[in-house]
Structures are given as structure tokens and as C-alpha cells.
């Protein structure tokens, strides 16, 4: 059966794999090698030198355009050097239009590395698509969302901003970190480039750094390859197995996050010590109707604001959890919880910060899959 064909928690374990042509091995080799032999200049076997291709890493850009539903992936370092490889697409003077509210690394690397080559960045809110119409004009070269957003949870309705950018010259990238495509299929919504730090749900064990694009297009898959292999900046043939190996139970684990994510967010919400919980599960979150409609689920991440909270108030309570582990990153099968202010958003000034909600008393929570029982029993007394 071809791969395009097959559900999608049969594409997670089989899309795009065979077993190796060597021995048969059913998962593909660490091929931990730098180059390859040649019988004659040009004389190879389709593998020239691991920078620009190596087998385990072609397995895993192979499995990663089949959940996605594209035809071509790209495996990168980090989900930092994937989003830097979709930049470099652009000349100066280009501009792009993003989000108001997005993850910190990315914000810091389109304004403190890009900004200064010249090209310029927009960061708008993209609760409804006014803002994003009105900051369209020719030289709009890259629309960036990323949704649910990191760490507001807010929505952004992936397809009516892929119809602002219908025949337009204007690329439509979207960061998939926080959904995956178990629960939404950006391609399929419009978009030209899914973008992931495979180091969260996709790897989803936190062992491993990794970054991937996945694309449709021909034209623009060989763009994006041109760059990954003159910037160098590819996945390790290790931590693609790694993040091979996590695909495989990538449905298994987003169900039981999305569940145990859905309980917390019950259990904070009636919990008279908490002021504010955000969670697109909830039919009062703003967007509720646009994640109902392009998500299966709500997934397992959740941020929420204690009553009265202050900054040393919240970092009492992220100090005092024992399950959940106080740390950076998110999507792994264990339970994280961070302090966004401090920690993963500390990049972006403050003003601009608080200005998306991203309050000193804000809390995130990266919900794993333990039992949930554990989980409440150690929010509550962290929160006692
Ligand atoms: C939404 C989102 N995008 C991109 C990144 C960057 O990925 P990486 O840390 O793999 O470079 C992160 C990391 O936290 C993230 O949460």
C-alpha cells in the first residue's frame, strides 16, 4: 500500500520506511559515518558525504513528509536551524509578518540575526487576520505562525491566513511544535512549510536537540535542501534515530498527553488559588471554534496564573513541584513545568512581553503522560 494512503497511526511507524537493503533491519541503521566509498569519482551509491545526505537522516526526512502529509523533509540541528534555513530563503528588504506571540528563540533569532541583514519583521496579533491583511504589501515575502502559541495558547486559524496569501508571491510557514500533526495538518490547511523542534513531542523522550521542515513543493524543497547543505547545519545520524524511534509512538503519547492535558486544565480551572488557566480546550478560550475545527485534540500544554501571583509567588510554586520537573522544553513523556518570564521568554523585552500576557506569575506546564492522579495531587500541593 502507498505510504500517502495509510492512516495516520499507521504512517507514524511505516511512512516512508522500508527495512534497510543491507540485513533487512526493520529500524534503519545509525549510519555513523562521515563519507562514503566512491569506485570511480561520481561512483556511488546515492551517498556522497553525511553533510548532504546520510541514510538514517534520509529515514527520518522520509517519515517526517509522511506525517505531515508533504512530500519532501529536511532534518536539521535544531528547530532553531530549521527556522534559520526558511530565513535564508529571503533577500534583504524582504519582510515577514509574525505573531505577537511566539516562542523567544524565535523571536530572538528573526530580530537579533536577521533584523541587521536587513530584513524586516512584523509582529502582529493574529486573533483575527486584520492586522496580518493590513501589514500585507509587495515586498511581504514569509507569513510565520506558530499555533497553539508558546506560552499564551493562543489560536491562530491557520486557513483563513493561508487565503491572504492565495496568489500572492508570499510563503505561508507554520510551527508545528506544540500540535503535531496527530493534531493538525498545516499542509493540508494551506500552508507552504511545516516547521518543528522535533526535540518536543516528535522525539518526545527530551534526548535529543532536532529541527525539521517538511514542504509539498518541488521547487521549494530543492531551495531549502540548497541551503541546509551549504549552512550545514544537519541532524546527526543518532539523534535521527532518536527522533525516528519517537514517531513511532508519537499517536500513543499525543492521546494520553491530550487526556491528561484536559484533565489539569479541568482540575486548575476549579481551583479557587488559580486566577487565569489557558487552554484552547476550554469553550471560553477565544479561538475555542478555530481549534475545535483545525485540531483533533487540545494537546498537553497548559499555562495559568495564580491569584495574586506575583514573580517570586510563582517561582515558589515551580520550586516546590516534585513530579512535574522545573526545566526548559516541553513534549517529552515526562511532566515539565517552566517560568515563561524567566526562562524560555526571557529574550523578548519586557514591555512586549506583557503586552501578549506574558505575565512575572505566569506558569507553563508541558503535561506528560505519568498518571494524572500523581500530577493533581503534586499541582495541589505545589500550589497549597
Ligand atoms: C514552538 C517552538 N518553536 C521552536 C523552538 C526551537 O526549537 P529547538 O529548541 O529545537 O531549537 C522551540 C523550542 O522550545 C519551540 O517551543
Redesign the pocket.
Known sequence: MASKDLKFNTKTIHGGQQPDEAYGAVMPPIYQTSTYAQTTPGGHKGYQYSRSANPTRTALENSLASIEGGEFGLAFG??????DAVIKLLEPGDEVISTDDL?G??YRIFKKIFEKFGIVFHFVSMQGTDAVRDKINSKTKLIWV?TPT?PMMNIIDIKAIAALTKDKDILLAV?N??ATPYLQMPLELGADIV??????YLGGHSDT???ALVVKDKELADKLYFVQNASGAVCGPMDSFLVLRGIKTLHVRMQRHCENGRAIALYLKSNPKIEKVYWPGFEDHPNHHIAKEQMKDFGGMISFVPKGGSYDNAIKIVERLQVFTLA???GGVESLAGHPASM?HASIPKEERLRSGVVDSLIRLSVGIEDVDDLIADLEQAIE
Do not use: P, Q, R, W
Open positions: 535544531s528547530g532553531i536551524a530549521a527556522i516562542y528563540g524565535s506558530e508558546n510551527d511544535t506544540f516547521m518543528h523542534s522535533a526535540t518536543k536537540v532536532v529541527g526548559e522544553s516541553l524560555t
